[in-house]
């Protein structure tokens, strides 16, 4: 769990990022899931973009993805959520 003053942190670096993922009509799939954990182990911060047409709620989506080991949501805002997970390779980013 991110204090915080983590998650202001994460939320600085992660203004500039573009999001990378964008979960559309068909949701949020186990395929996705796992293409998510994939890039948080490569990035350790990533944006997903929630779609109109997604029959999920954002707020749900997010829930989803916090429930996953490791993974936590530091930012709803928008259709877009802020993901952070630690690297077990490649650490990058250190927090306060």
């Known amino acids: 769990m991110l204090t915080s003053k983590q998650k202001s942190f994460l939320r600085s670096q992660a203004h500039h990022l573009q999001p990378i993922f964008q979960i559309g009509k068909s949701g949020l ?3 996705i899931i796992k293409q998510i954990e ?3 182990e490569a ?3 990533i944006k997903v ?11 749900e989506v997010a829930e989803i993805l ?3 080991e490791g993974i936590d949501v530091v930012q709803v805002i928008g259709k877009t959520i802020v993901l952070y997970k ?6 990058k980013i250190v927090l306060p």
């Open 29 to 31: 799939t186990d395929p």
């Open 38 to 40: 994939e890039a948080l």
């Open 43 to 45: 990035r350790e911060l």
């Open 49 to 59: 973009s929630v779609l109109q047409n997604c029959e999920q709620d954002k707020d």
């Open 66 to 68: 916090s429930e996953q």
């Open 86 to 91: 630690e690297s077990k390779e490649k650490k």
